[in-house]
Nanobody, 119 residues
Framework: QVHLVESGGGLVQAGGSLRISCTVS????????MGWYRQAPGKQRELVAG???????NYADSVKGRFTISRDHAKNTVSLQMNNLKPEDTAVYYC?????????????WGQGTQVTVSS
């Protein structure tokens, strides 16, 4: 059994910053790619940022230069530092991790954390 628990998030004014984190626990042999997705009301879930086990990162164009993803292998955590937040960043943010527990890797998701940016 693998669990992803997110923390952080909340309400912030436009131009402000927030940091959200996610910890993976349970039966883990290794964690491959980790990432953050978001889903705004009435919209599809979209990738915000991803990071491989080797540290390579990718970002949605809308957040490049404002958001930074990082991971701590020892703690099985992934974090997203969000700066210069905009009202359009308002969404539920979901942590994702590709976890190898047995023979095959599986994608796991956190429960989501709300980020609200007021104008």
């Amino acid at each position: 059994q693998v669990h992803l628990v997110e923390s952080g998030g909340g309400l912030v004014q436009a131009g402000g910053s927030l940091r959200i984190s996610c910890t993976v626990s349970g039966s883990i042999f290794s964690i491959n790619t980790m990432g953050w997705y978001r889903q705004a009301p009435g919209k599809q879930r979209e990738l915000v940022a991803g990071i491989t086990s080797g540290g390579s990162t990718n970002y949605a164009d809308s957040v490049k230069g404002r958001f930074t993803i990082s991971r701590d292998h020892a703690k099985n955590t992934v974090s997203l530092q969000m700066n210069n937040l905009k009202p359009e960043d308002t969404a539920v943010y979901y942590c994702n991790a590709e976890v190898l527990s047995g023979w095959d890797p599986y994608d796991y998701w956190g429960q989501g954390t709300q980020v609200t940016v007021s104008s």
